[in-house]
């Protein structure tokens, strides 16, 4: 008895990744403008399949949102649907019959695209903004004159030129004048 086409053609790695650059997500990422209600499903998908971000709020993901924090977003989207095809012909010798295909591996596929996309698309450069800013912050307070990197700075300035041999090290001249025409360069 002979089984139909779906159940024994097997699919190939570029055509699971054309049917999945033809899924719901992976199409609106890519169209010119996206509506209210396209956005809003997006929420509404991402709950569905439990796309939790402890850091965030889903509501203000947007697709235009994921296009806007990484301009090679495409790029990002094609490397991670490769990733995860690559991952599931080695996990099981293959991607299976189209019928195994469409049942198995396009949903899983399909849905680890959107939350990876949405966790290296606007969750990444959002974490890294804040801590960017934190960090330059940090930065200025820590240095500020009195701070404690200031005070250690000024601490270590003054044992090097405690020790050095520069007349213009020794008399607090440590600047370009006082190291101008072959002066101290020993550290």
Excluded at 80 to 93: D, V
Excluded at 117 to 135: F, G, H, M, N, S
């Amino acid at each position: 008895m002979c089984e139909p086409d779906y159940q024994t053609i097997s699919v190939s790695v570029d055509e699971a990744t054309r049917i999945i650059k033809n899924c719901w997500f992976y199409s609106e990422m890519c169209a010119q403008h996206n509506t209210f209600e396209t956005n809003q499903l997006l929420v509404e998908r991402m709950k569905d399949s439990n796309v939790t971000l402890t850091y965030a709020v889903p509501k203000r993901v947007t697709f235009e949102r994921l296009r806007y924090n990484n301009p090679q977003w495409r790029d990002v989207l094609d490397s991670i649907i490769s990733e995860e095809l690559r991952n599931e012909t080695e996990k099981y010798g293959g991607l299976g019959s189209q019928r195994g295909f469409y049942t198995f591996v396009f949903p899983k596929v399909t849905r680890l695209l959107m939350s990876r996309a949405i966790v290296e698309l606007w969750a990444r450069p959002i974490i890294e903004q804040t801590i960017d800013k934190y960090v330059r912050m940090w930065i200025e307070n820590r240095f500020a004159p009195g701070g404690e990197g200031f005070t250690e700075t000024a601490a270590h300035f003054e044992r090097i030129a405690a020790t050095s041999t520069c007349y213009g090290c020794r008399n607090g001249m440590a600047n370009q004048l006082a190291h101008m025409d072959g002066g101290c360069l020993d550290v």
